[in-house]
């Protein structure tokens, strides 16, 4: 089964929304397999997006990763990765479709509530990045049938 890493980003932690976001995750047919709740550091957040180290918005996108706390998950079903992407919607609100947590959540381009990795190989790279082998459950926590 697909794994991918989504976040809860800080300014959908602010504004109440994680309760929400995770009844979707839920109602999506995902497993949560690891979740937490963590204030990154700006280094932890550059660490994270250190694909972006060059791009105009790096410093914007790491003091606001950084700024508050975050719940970063390890989600599981098929088709995880595609599937997570089709639920978040377009990386701009503006952009983004009717019905996704974006759409819904987001306020700008860099504040837009969640995070999900682009393939599988990152989404398992992602998840070790937030958590440990023994912090991934692998069965007992699905609140429904993955
Ligand atoms: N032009 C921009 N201005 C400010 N922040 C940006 C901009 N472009 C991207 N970002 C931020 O950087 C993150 C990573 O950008 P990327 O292009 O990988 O988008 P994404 O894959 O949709 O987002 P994510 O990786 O968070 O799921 C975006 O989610 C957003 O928070």
Sequence with gaps: MERTLAIIKPDAVK???AGKILDRILSEGFAVRAMKLVTLTQAQAEGFYAVHAERP???ELTEFMSSGPCVPL???R?????????VIGATNPAE???GTIRKQFATSMGE??????DSAENGVK????FFSESEIVQNGADVIDA
């Design 15 to 17: 504004a109440g929304h």
């Design 57 to 59: 918005f790096f410093g």
């Design 96 to 98: 983004a479709a009717e």
């Design 126 to 129: 992602e998840g070790r990045y």
């Design 78 to 86: 098929e088709d995880a990765v595609a599937k997570w992407r089709e």
């Design 74 to 76: 390890v989600l599981e």
């Design 112 to 117: 837009n509530a969640v995070h999900g990795s």
